[in-house]
């Protein structure tokens, strides 16, 4: 599984981005995707992600009703709808894929078995 983000760029301050995250050689219905990201000077963190058989998507409180995540299983896509960006929001984000749904956490990185390389989004 081969994950592509894309949909970056830089912004103004209440501005929208839309990130989109194709995987290549498809994505198994049973597998979870996430959204991470790094900041400048910070640790990589959870922004979204499908966990558990209920197959709820979380979210970090910090993007909590500004962020969408969205999964499309015929395009093998994942989306990412950042709305109301805030300057703090920029970093380096990363879509992530794994195949245990039920342990841990789904903000846990190490728990993730593929990652893409990452698309960087600015807000100023």
């Known amino acids: 599984v081969q994950l592509v983000e894309s949909g970056g760029g830089s912004v103004q301050a209440g501005g929208s981005l839309r990130l989109s995250c194709a995987a290549s050689g498809g994505v198994p219905s049973s597998y979870c995707m996430a959204w991470f990201r790094k900041g400048p000077g910070r640790e990589r963190e959870g922004v979204a992600g499908v966990f558990t058989n209920l197959r709820k998507t979380y979210y970090d409180d910090s993007v909590e009703g500004r962020f969408t995540m969205s999964q499309d299983n015929i395009l093998n896509t994942v989306d990412l709808q950042m709305n109301y960006l805030k300057p703090e929001d920029t970093a380096m984000y990363y879509c992530?894929?794994?195949?245990?749904?039920?342990?841990?956490?789904?903000?846990?990185?190490?728990?993730?078995?593929?990652w893409g390389q990452g698309t960087q989004v600015t807000v100023s």
């Open positions: 992530a894929a794994r195949t245990n749904c039920y342990s841990g956490s789904w903000t846990w990185t190490y728990e993730y078995d593929y």
